[in-house]
């Protein structure tokens, strides 16, 4: 299993480079990559997870889904007590950014195609959990510490959002036995084939737009970066690998989200809400190229820990 997330992680890392290089020619702009993104986020990305819902009803898919919201649950608990701990507040700090980089991954960007490459569709099924949960979690306390405000407002629009209408549009077509014609699930399938190729390349854009001498200058990035991709991670391992009791697809699935690089979205809210944009998209481009040697490590540690406790 670890030698497929590797695989992945070297032809995710190949075509990021496609992107930095397209940026790098003037291929594509920034306006056009901000456009790419939304087409990913609210188009490919809510294909896949739709798409991933067309299968037999089978109990064992329902108490495994379940059982995947409980876990998500459980690590973004692990990582949020993980990161207020090990990210102190200190004057001088954009410790806010700091800890939501810690806390939130590219579950979407990252995780769909590494989770598809590991267990196929019924994975990405059971990612649809981890999503929901990451939603309601960075709409509500990610959008709190990032802005400062206690306003739920946004919260609720996460319920309406792409995504999450495709993640209940699935659920009601799959526990009613809905079946689609073959020729709009042959449709839907070329859309979220697109997935895996278009978000590395917008990935590898907006890496592009990172100063890399600067970046490799700031010690507090690599530190962030080894507290999301490998000691929180490696919190979590543990316990999942403990779980005689869960499905290993599960386990690796929640694994995975969870370990994936830093979320594009600390960027986004960065801009926002007036933080140091700059500073959470050279976060976001150290944590995606490192995650390709994290990943399959933290894969590897946890098959390890399974066999051997």
């Known amino acids: 299993m670890a030698s497929t997330i590797l695989g992945q992680t070297v032809i995710m890392l190949i075509l990021m480079l496609v992107g930095v290089v397209c940026a790098k020619t003037g291929l594509i702009s920034k306006a056009a990559n901000r456009d790419l993104s939304k087409f ?16 037999e009803y089978r109990h064992e898919l329902v108490k495994n889904l379940i059982m995947t919201f409980a876990l998500s ?35 979407g960007f990252i995780g769909i195609p590494l989770v ?23 709409w509500t306390h990610g959008v709190i510490m990032i802005s400062g405000e206690r306003k739920l407002g946004q919260a609720v629009k996460v319920f309406y959002s792409p995504t999450m209408i495709a993640i209940y549009l699935g659920l ?37 737009g990172t100063k890399i001498t600067g970046m490799l200058k700031k010690h507090r990035i690599y530190y962030i970066c080894l507290l999301k991709l490998l000691i929180l991670p490696a919190l979590l391992a543990v316990p999942l690998a403990l779980m005689d009791g869960a499905d290993e697809k599960v386990r690796m699935t929640v694994l995975v989200a969870a370990a994936a690089p830093p979320a594009a979205m600390g960027t986004l809210m960065s801009i926002r809400y007036g933080r140091d944009s700059v500073y959470a998209s050279e976060i976001f481009a150290a944590g995606t190229v490192l995650s390709v040697g994290t990943l399959p490590l933290i894969v590897k540690a946890t098959e390890f820990l399974t066999k051997n406790i």
């Open 116 to 138: 598809n490459a590991l267990f196929g569709a019924e994975g990405v099924f059971y990612l649809t959990a981890f999503i929901t949960v990451f939603n309601i979690v960075v």
């Open 172 to 208: 009601i077509t799959f526990f009613t036995r809905i079946s689609l014609p073959d020729a709009i699930l042959s449709s839907l399938g070329y859309i979220k084939d697109l997935n895996t190729p278009l978000a590395m390349i917008v990935s590898g854009v907006t890496i592009a």
């Open 40 to 55: 990913v986020l609210q188009v490919v990305n809510p294909a896949v997870i739709f798409v991933s819902y067309q299968r």
């Open 73 to 107: 649950v459980a690590a973004f608990a692990v990582f949020i007590c993980g990161a207020y701990i090990f990210v102190r507040k200190k004057e001088g700090r954009e410790t806010e950014i700091d800890r939501f980089s810690a806390i939130y991954s590219n579950c």
